[in-house]
């Protein structure tokens, strides 16, 4: 049936009872006109519509900077060097590390964050360190006394690996069997990695007495520390471990004079062994000059030679060379005290062999590396000073003193034999009195020098 009435523009009719909701009625939702649209509808989809293209750009620019980054997280076994190609995207080079990744100890496992430097800018990539390698070490063959705790660690040499590694008994032996056994312990590294290894242990009755060894006479300065223990050694034949004591209650710092010290070592059996030595305190001289002092003077040497990475041969190694190399030779060094020949080679950069000595021992200090002072023992034409130095592989023989002649004048962490050797080729330059020292390194370390390129080679640059 046809319906009367005018249409306006729109095409709509225009009857007055004809309302919004009947022509939605009659005509359906699908043709209401978008210009019927209440207005603020219009405008929320509008502003949908820009939040949607303004999450779409930052997607892709977010896209855009992650794509044009370029380094990358790595991973690293264990005690292996960081390298800043490890970091590289997509084989893009000259890459470099900041100076702060040279502080990560690669022997811990972990998450690290390295700073990478590309094309001027720094960026942060992540490193992960893992341990994937079990230890390695060998099994001793000892005995030990009866009835005494054993500790597994004492039954195992030559432990190797690139973190920390403890030692326990997976077998342990019978501490009250006088019959030779076999046990086993158990070596695990920092990352859960384990090797047993097979030891031999035979028990005895333990009756003799620990042997102390580099107790000598000291000689020390009022207000100053004394350092009583440096240098004094003791090994027992069963015990690893002896305890060694020091009774100084007869000795007034305050006072100049000589005093009596006793040393004192005991075994795990009960066994002791005693020595005893003087201890002179004196005045301090006119010229006398504080540690302090002496660090202070030889902070600028040290920052120039000694750099962060470096293992302590290295150290060791470039304290020798600065010393031997950079400090001028004349007689007449002061000898009251190792402080006042050590400021005069940092302020003067000239002196004898024992501002030699006491040059390298200043560094040395500074590095944390345990240094004593040796004297030569015949002191009928000259006096001369070197030093004994511990890497924590025995101690070896440092002399930083130069020597004229045709012979090689290296002599960096030699053995005795080799110190032997090369006082004989320098006119008998080193003898000493090896009872007033610790037992000596017997091996050979110098295929790890480089005398002529100056520097440290071999396995990580250490000892072993």
Not at 376 to 387: A, D, E, G, Q
Not at 443 to 450: A, T
Request: charged share 25%.
């Amino acid at each position: 049936m046809a319906r009367a009435g005018a249409k306006n523009k729109s095409g709509l009719w225009e009857d007055e009872d004809f309302s919004p909701d009947a022509r939605l009625t009659d005509m359906g939702p699908a043709a209401v006109s978008r210009r019927e649209r209440p207005l603020s509808r219009r405008r929320g989809c509008l502003w949908a519509a820009a939040a949607l293209l303004v999450l779409a750009l930052a997607g892709g620019a977010a896209l855009l900077v992650t794509g044009l980054r370029p380094v990358r997280a790595a991973a690293l076994e264990a005690g292996q060097t960081i390298r800043a190609e490890l970091f590289a995207k997509n084989g893009r080079e000259g890459l470099t590390l900041g100076p702060e990744a040279a502080r990560i100890d690669t022997g811990a496992p972990g998450t690290y964050k390295v700073p990478v430097i590309y094309r001027g800018k720094t960026y942060e990539a992540k490193l992960t360190i893992v341990d994937t390698v079990p230890p390695t070490a060998t099994g001793r063959v000892r005995k030990a006394a009866l009835g005494t705790t054993l500790a597994a660690a004492d039954f195992v040499e030559d432990v190797r690996d690139a973190t920390a590694v403890t030692a326990a008994w997976q077998q342990p032996p019978d501490i009250e069997s006088m019959d030779p056994q076999t046990a086993v312990v158990r070596l695990t590294d920092a990352g859960g990695n384990y090797t047993d290894v097979q030891v031999q242990v035979t028990l005895v009755f333990d009756t003799t007495a620990p042997v102390i060894q580099g107790v000598k006479n000291i000689e020390a300065l009022l207000g100053e520390s004394v350092a009583y223990r440096q240098g004094v050694t003791v090994t027992d034949d069963t015990d690893p471990n002896p305890v060694l004591t020091v009774d100084n209650s007869g000795v007034d710092l305050s006072a100049p004079g000589v005093y009596t010290v006793y040393y004192t070592a005991t075994d795990a059996a009960g066994n002791t062994a005693s020595a005893s030595a003087t201890l002179t305190l004196r005045e301090k001289p006119a010229d006398y000059v504080d540690e302090q002092t002496v660090y202070a003077a030889a902070q600028a040497v040290y920052d120039e030679i000694i750099t962060d990475g470096m293992t302590d041969m290295e150290k060791a190694f470039a304290i020798y060379h600065w010393v031997k190399y950079y400090i001028d030779y004349w007689d007449g060094s002061p000898l009251d005290y190792w402080t006042v020949g050590a400021y005069q080679a940092f302020t003067q950069r000239g002196g004898d062999c024992y501002t030699y000595f006491a040059a390298a021992k200043a560094l040395l200090n500074m590095a944390g590396i345990d240094n004593i002072e040796v004297d030569k023992v015949n002191t009928s034409r000259s006096r001369h000073y070197w030093l004994l130095v511990d890497l924590g592989d025995g101690w070896y023989h440092l002399d930083p003193c130069p020597r004229k002649g045709d012979a090689p004048d290296n002599s960096f962490m030699l053995t005795d034999a080799e110190l032997d050797a090369y006082s004989k080729a320098h006119d008998d330059s080193n003898p000493f009195d090896p009872t007033l020292y610790p037992a000596r390194a017997t091996r050979s370390v110098q295929y790890m020098v480089d005398y002529d390129e100056m520097r440290i080679v071999g396995e990580n640059g250490s000892v072993g």
